[in-house]
C-alpha cells in the first residue's frame, strides 16, 4: 500500500503570514493532485502535478512536485482567513490507475 | 447543473440494519466512486466504477455493496451496519482519470451506527 504522509497535521499562522505543507512519499506517482476541504463539504480540486520538478501557481498558492516524484509541497504566500480548511494531497501510482492515494490532510487556519 | 448530489446528509443506523446511501450527478462523467472519511485516516476509496454496469473494489470494500445500472447513479448499500462504519461518505466523479482527472465530490453523508 502506497503511503502519503503530510505534515504538519495542524497550522495555525496569522494573516499575511506565509507557510509550506509538504506531502511525502517513498513511492513514485505518476500525477499529484492538492485539494482543500471545508468544515461539511467535500474536497474541491486546487491543482495537478504530472511532471518531476514542475512548479504551478495559483494566484498566493504555489505547487510544486519533487524531481523523482515521490513528494511534493504547497506554499501560500500572505494567508488570508480565506485559505482556512483542510488541505488533501492525493497521488496515482500509475498513468492507467483509478485509485487515488490521499494523505490525512494539514488542517490550516489563518487568524485576523 | 447540479454537480454531484448525496443523500441523505446524516442518518443514524442501529448496529445490524441496513440502508442505501444515494449519489447522482449530472456531469455525464463515466467515472465514480465511494470514499469513507475517518479522523486522523483521510479519504479512503470503498468502491468505484469506470462506467454503468462495471464496478470494482477498492481499498475498504468489506461490509459495502454497490451496482451502476445507469452513468447518472452510483448507490452504496450497506448491508448489516456495524459501529465500524460510523463516518463520512463521500461520492465522487470524474471525466478522466489517466493522467490525473479532476474529481468532484459531493457534500458527504455523516453515519452514526450505533
Known amino acids: 500500500t502506497q503511503l502519503l504522509e503530510q505534515s504538519p497535521q495542524f497550522l495555525s499562522i496569522q494573516e499575511g503570514e506565509n507557510l509550506t505543507v509538504y506531502c511525502n512519499s517513498s513511492?513514485?506517482?505518476?500525477?499529484l493532485q492538492w485539494y482543500r476541504q471545508e468544515p461539511g463539504e467535500g474536497p474541491v480540486l486546487l491543482v495537478t502535478?504530472?511532471?518531476?520538478?514542475e512548479v504551478k501557481k495559483l494566484k498566493r498558492l504555489t505547487f510544486q512536485f519533487g524531481d523523482a516524484r515521490k513528494d511534493s509541497s504547497l506554499h501560500i504566500t500572505a494567508a488570508q482567513p480565506g485559505d482556512t480548511g483542510l488541505y488533501l494531497c492525493?497521488?496515482?501510482?500509475?498513468?492507467?490507475?483509478?485509485?487515488?492515494?490521499f494523505g490525512k490532510g494539514t488542517k490550516l487556519s489563518v487568524i485576523p | 447543473n447540479a454537480g454531484v448530489t448525496q443523500t441523505p446528509k446524516f442518518q443514524v443506523l442501529k448496529t445490524g440494519q441496513s440502508m442505501t446511501l444515494q449519489c447522482a450527478q449530472d456531469?455525464?462523467?463515466?467515472?465514480m466512486s465511494w470514499y469513507r472519511q475517518d479522523p486522523g485516516m483521510g479519504l479512503r476509496l470503498i468502491h468505484y466504477?469506470?462506467?454503468?454496469?462495471?464496478?470494482d473494489q477498492g481499498e475498504v470494500p468489506n461490509g459495502y455493496n454497490v451496482s451502476r445500472s445507469t452513468t447518472e447513479d452510483f448507490p452504496l448499500r450497506l448491508l448489516s451496519a456495524a459501529p465500524s462504519q460510523t463516518s463520512v461518505y463521500f461520492c465522487?466523479?470524474?471525466?478522466?482519470?489517466?493522467?490525473?482527472?479532476?474529481?468532484?465530490f459531493g457534500p458527504g453523508t455523516r453515519l452514526t451506527v450505533t
Open positions: 465522487a466523479s470524474s471525466t478522466s482519470w489517466a493522467g490525473g482527472g479532476e474529481q468532484y
Open positions: 513511492s513514485v506517482f505518476s500525477s
Open positions: 502535478v504530472v511532471t518531476g520538478g
Open positions: 492525493a497521488g496515482r501510482s500509475g498513468a492507467g490507475s483509478y485509485q487515488l492515494t
Open positions: 456531469m455525464n462523467h463515466e467515472y
Open positions: 466504477s469506470v462506467g454503468a454496469g462495471i464496478t
